[in-house]
Nanobody, 122 residues
Framework: QVQLVESGGGLVQAGGSLRLSCAAS????????MAWFRRAPGKERVIVGY????????GYLDSVKGRFTISRDNYKNTVYLQMNNLKPEDTAVYYC???????????????WGQGTQVTVSS
């Protein structure tokens, strides 16, 4: 059974940092896309960034470029989201998800984690 488990969320002041982890089990993800989504209160789930598992190429939402970094550890079968200079508008539930192809639509992703809450206070 494939599972994605996020961890690392919490409460942080504006300007602070958090590192989220997405640990995969039940399967080794060496191809496809691992993406991070977030859903802010009252809003739809949106993609924050992604990483190609074949070559670690990454891409980001414009509003997080320069502040967020996605990386991976193949040995641990884990993907990370390093979030620096956090802003109150980054407050959301963050999810990792896997897809065979790059897509912005959540419906394209086959496997999802349960989500982890990130709250940024002003």
């Amino acid at each position: 059974q494939v599972q994605l488990v996020e961890s690392g969320g919490g409460l942080v002041q504006a300007g602070g940092s958090l590192r989220l982890s997405c640990a995969a089990s039940g399967r080794t993800f060496s191809t496809g896309i691992m993406a991070w989504f977030r859903r802010a209160p009252g809003k739809e789930r949106v993609i924050v960034g992604y990483i190609y598992l074949s070559d670690s190429y990454t891409g980001y939402l414009d509003s997080v470029k320069g502040r967020f970094t996605i990386s991976r550890d193949n040995y641990k079968n884990t993907v990370y989201l390093q979030m620096n200079n956090l802003k109150p508008e980054d407050t959301a539930v963050y999810y990792c998800a896997w897809s065979e192809i790059l897509a912005t639509s959540p419906q394209s992703y086959s496997f999802w984690g349960q989500g982890t809450q990130v709250t940024v206070s002003s």
